[in-house]
């Protein structure tokens, strides 16, 4: 597929002559990427094609039971909208499908905006699954898709820390990590998020999981709200701060590092002695080491003994194509924090 007008003016479709893509094509390759998702999880919850990675560039699809949410990126997979739509329905059989086609790369690749129902009707929330806690996501109004499956092993790993503890989710969206902390048993669990609404549907998620410990939700900017806990002299058992990506392109790693380095901070500064900070970045052009020498630095400015306890990626439903770095994005570093010990 070629788009002269974009930075990545080339994609490849496959590398034989002979192969075109069309319905039949994209049938065969959703087939394989159903096969990959079905033998790594057991219940209808997960993002099916990951774009690249799924021989499918430019096409990203979740999945949350029988209703799919679809994202198109590029002008040629848009030229395929109703090949895409026929394949999917003969594949999965989905109930409705779902264009949430408002992303950024559109507007690079000289396509218009738009969110629309394609097939059946798509609910205002949908229900998903994961690591056995139920969520409601707002498909047509939240981010992206309504929901990021990326983190799932992290999350996963991250409850085993939370059993009788007090938690702080910062940039917490809907909660995908507090409430899945608020599950595995926390006590106290606060959020921290700019929009409102997500702070609703972290409630709504609660309720659905019958959460009885402590839930507090800050609604605000992160960076104040951290900093207004310090002032308080909060300390919290388990820290996540998985914030959204502050470094979009190439040119904005300088400043992107400088808010990674200060969000950071703020965090270690509220965990409390031997507690655990997890540090989530979804930024492609931060590598996993640069995120590691942030704490580190971090560490030795704010005199604290961090020790690395666990290197998170993307769950199995985000495969990396091993000839593009750019599918391996996520990262996700735990530390224990403790006093610096005279180290």
């Known amino acids: 597929m070629i788009n002269p007008n974009t930075l990545i003016c080339g994609r490849l479709v496959s590398r034989s002559i002979d192969m075109v893509l069309n319905k039949s094509t994209i049938v065969h390759r959703l087939k394989i990427a159903l096969s990959l998702r079905e033998m790594s999880y057991p219940e209808p919850y997960y993002?099916?094609?990951?774009?690249?990675?799924?021989?499918l560039s430019g096409l990203v699809v979740d999945r949350f039971g029988d209703i799919l949410v679809v994202q198109i990126s590029t002008a040629g997979i848009e030229r395929l909208k109703t090949e895409v739509i026929e394949a999917l329905q003969e594949v999965v059989k989905?109930?409705?499908?779902?264009?949430?086609?408002?992303?950024?790369m559109r507007n690079v690749e000289g396509l218009d905006t738009?969110?629309?129902?394609?097939?059946?009707h798509v609910p205002e929330v949908v229900y998903l699954k994961e690591n056995d806690v139920l969520f409601q996501a707002p498909v047509w109004d939240g981010q992206k898709t309504g929901w990021f499956y990326d983190h799932r092993e992290n999350r996963k790993t991250m409850q085993q820390f939370c059993s009788g503890k007090k938690v702080l989710d910062v940039f917490s969206y809907v909660g995908g990590w507090g409430v899945q902390a608020a599950a595995a048993g926390a006590t106290d669990v606060t959020f921290i998020d700019a929009s409102e609404a997500a702070l609703d549907h972290v409630d709504a998620n609660l309720a659905l999981n019958q959460y009885e410990g402590e839930a507090n939700l800050m609604q605000g900017d992160a960076f104040e709200a951290m900093q207004s806990l310090i002032e308080e002299k909060q300390r919290f058992d388990?820290?996540?701060?998985?914030?959204?990506?502050?470094?979009?392109?190439?040119?904005?790693?300088?400043?992107?590092?400088g808010a990674y380095h200060r969000a950071n901070q703020l965090a270690m500064r509220l965990v409390a002695k031997g507690g655990i900070l997890v540090s989530g970045s979804c930024s492609m052009h931060l590598e996993t080491g640069r995120l590691h020498d942030i704490v580190r630095s971090n560490s030795r400015q704010l005199e604290r003994f961090s020790q690395?306890?666990?290197?998170?990626?993307?769950?199995?439903?985000?495969?990396?194509h091993p000839a593009i770095p750019e599918t391996e994005y996520l990262k996700a570093l735990f530390y224990r924090v403790h006093n610096n010990m005279g180290l």
Request: charged share 30%; hydrophobic share 40%; proline share 8%.
């Open 238 to 257: 388990v820290v996540v701060m998985d914030p959204p990506a502050f470094i979009a392109r190439r040119k904005d790693i300088k400043a992107g590092e």
């Open 94 to 104: 989905p109930s409705a499908i779902l264009m949430k086609n408002d992303g950024k």
């Open 47 to 55: 993002r099916l094609v990951f774009g690249d990675s799924d021989g």
């Open 114 to 120: 738009y969110v629309e129902e394609v097939f059946g």
């Open 308 to 320: 690395l306890i666990y290197r998170g990626t993307q769950a199995p439903d985000h495969p990396v």
